[in-house]
Each structure stands twice: as C-alpha cells, then as structure tokens.
C-alpha cells in the first residue's frame, strides 16, 4: 500500500522536484497538494502547484488549496531573488515556437477549501505531512486543533540549520527564518516530527550537466524552471549547481537509509535581531525531534534521475 502524504509547499523551483518525486514514486499516495506564502505569494504558489500537476498529468489527481498569504507575526520574507518573479525560475512566460505559453495557468480551479481544513481533514495515523516552506499552514492547523494534528504518522519538516550556516542570514534557513513563531508552535505541540535541514539538504547539488541531460516533458521543464537558479548559485556563490533541498524530504519518505539522523531538542530562535529563526538543539532537553546531518548525495541524485529527469533505470540505488 502506497503511503498517504499531504504536501504543503510554496513552488518554488525545489518544491516542483519533491512535487515531481512524489507524484512518480510509486511508494507515496500524495492526497492534497497545500499551498503557503514562501518563495512566493501564496496565489503564485498555488497557481504553480497547479501547473506542476499540469505537466506531471498524474491519476488520481490530487486537489490544491490555497493557505495562508503571510506569516503568522511578522512581516513577509520572499525568495524571488532566488526562485523568480514567478516563483519557478521565469517558467511561467515561456513561450512555444508557436507564441503559446509554454506553462499557461491551469484550467483545473483549485479546491474551495482552506488550506489548513485540509492539513485538518487528512490528519490520520496512515498520512505522513510534509512541509516544504514556511510552517505557517500548519501551525494555524495546530491552532485549530492540535490533538488532530498529533494523529499525523509523521511531520517531516524541509526547513532548519543545527550545525550549519543558514542561507538567508549566516545563521537561520528560509523556511524557519520566513515564519519562525510558526516553527515555535509547532515544536510546543508535540507531532511525530522530523526535520531534513540545511546540515543534510547542502550535500546535495544538481548540476547544469545532469539537467542538460533530462530527457521528456518533466525533463525539459525541470530544465525551464531551473535555469535562472543555476544562473543564481554561479554568480552569487561561484557554485556550479543547485540545491534541491525539498526534493530530499520525499527522499527521506523513500528511503531512510539515504539519511544520518539523530534525536534532538529543537529549539527556534524568535527574538528579532542577528540570531532571528535560528534552530539549535538544546544540549540537556527532552528530545522532540530528530533531525538528518548527513544525506547520501549519490543516491538521491539517482532517484532524482530515473524517476524526474529519465536518465537512468531505478534500481541501481
Ligand atoms: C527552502 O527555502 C526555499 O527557498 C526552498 O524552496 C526550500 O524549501 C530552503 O532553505
Ligand atoms: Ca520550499
């Protein structure tokens, strides 16, 4: 039986690869695709979860719903600097030798429901909720009913920087720096929760060559949305590839193996100023969490290969 998993996303060139993983892994059953203010406004976000399910085309296909469009108490953070306008890397105004759009807004509307009422209706022990931008979705989830929310086999949490230096400021990573009070009362409810922070998602880097190779209609838009991030990473950090940091929780979903983890206490820094959105594991406490410090970049790149960019047989992992 494949495994129920509710995604809550803000696409996002990363968020389009876990969305792709999950939809062709065999393994998962994606029940809900949620959208939240992140690496773009919580429209564009939705209108790209939408799109991506265009191109993906898969069956049954699973409903999108718009969430929150700004964090719970502070003021928005985007990434269009790093993911475009648009949030897929300027995708979005391709267009065809014809003059079409190569990506056009979806025809399927989108779900009339609240964001948070699904996270809330598909909390069961069988349904595992990822979470691939800030958590304010979930945390307004927890809000409403935070007994509900505990029935989740397992939340697994894109987001954090322990041991590592964050990306947003030298020490807080997006998705926790974006909402951090979102993160707090997360970690007070007491979920089954697993954190895939920077210290495991930096190891793994997509290169310009690999993508250059993708082939079919996933591969090329992959390649679409991907471009101005490579064009990013190269200038802002002479770093020839990009990181695929959301693709890494489907893969821990897959396969746990491909990860180090170990129990914490974590902790989120919510006072404003330098250490604002900092995770830290504080040395003495109860464990709440565990989080994975090491990834294994060979085969996850291997997943990412054969069932993404059609490069290579499964099985070889
Ligand atoms: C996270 O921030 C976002 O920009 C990415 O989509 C990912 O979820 C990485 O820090
Ligand atoms: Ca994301």
């Known amino acids: 039986m494949p495994r129920r998993i509710l995604i809550d996303a803000d696409p996002g060139v990363d968020d389009a690869l876990a969305l792709a993983l999950a939809l062709r892994s065999p393994e998962l059953s994606p029940v809900a695709v949620c959208a939240v203010n992140g690496n773009a406004s919580v429209e564009k976000a939705a209108a790209n979860a939408l799109r991506i399910l265009d191109v993906l085309n898969p069956s049954p296909r699973p409903p ?57 209706d598909a909390a069961d022990e069988e349904t595992v909720l990822a979470a691939l931008g800030p958590l304010t979705n979930v945390a307004l989830a927890v809000r409403a009913d935070a007994r509900k929310m505990r029935r989740y086999a397992e939340l697994v949490v894109m987001g954090g920087a322990f041991r590592t230096s964050g990306n947003v400021t030298p020490q807080a990573e997006f998705n926790v720096y974006a909402d951090p009070h979102a993160l707090q009362e997360v970690l007070a409810a007491g979920l089954q929760l697993t954190f895939i922070p920077l210290d495991a998602t930096s190891s793994v880097l997509l290169t310009p060559q690999t993508l250059a190779e993708a082939r079919g209609s996933l591969g090329r838009f ?96």
Do not use: W
């Open 64 to 120: 999108v719903a718009k969430g929150a469009d700004q964090p719970l108490s502070r003021p928005r953070v985007g990434a269009e600097h790093v993911h475009g306008g648009d949030g897929l890397g300027g995708a979005t105004e391709l267009r065809g030798q014809n003059g079409s759009l190569r990506y056009p807004p979806s025809e399927t509307p989108l779900d009339q429901r609240h964001a948070v009422d699904l996270i809330l």
């Open 222 to 317: 992959t390649r679409d949305i991907s471009a101005q991030l490579l064009a990013f990473t190269q200038k802002a950090a002479g770093v020839n590839g990009m990181h695929v940091h959301d693709a890494l929780v489907i893969a821990y979903l897959l396969d746990e193996s491909l990860f180090r983890l170990e129990h914490v206490c974590a902790r989120v820094e919510t006072a404003e100023g330098a250490s604002l959105g900092r995770t830290y594991h504080e040395a003495g406490g109860t464990p709440n969490a565990r989080a994975a410090f090491e990834a294994d970049e060979a085969r996850i790149l291997a997943l990412l290969k054969s069932r993404v960019l059609s490069l290579q047989p499964d099985g070889d992992r």
